[in-house]
């Protein structure tokens, strides 16, 4: 759905998602935070990327992910871009 550009419909079945499964860090990393990230609410990006680790502390994207985004919050100018693979 991401790679399709239905945001809208994408952010509603993550969501549902970590409500049916709220001990999974996927839920949280891959799927809503990217999709936060995505449509550019960063702030909701970053409280998604922290569940993730909390839930499953050797996920190092996770870490990576938010340190990347304290970096974009200094430069706000930054779209992250440079984040899609």
Known sequence: MINAKKMEDAVALFVFNTEQFPDSWNAYDDSL???YLDREPYDRAVVNYRRSPALNQKNAGAFEMLQ??????????????????
């Open 33 to 35: 935070g990217e999709a």
């Open 68 to 85: 990347r985004l304290r970096q974009c919050r200094m430069r706000r100018t930054d779209k992250l871009i440079h984040f899609q693979g």
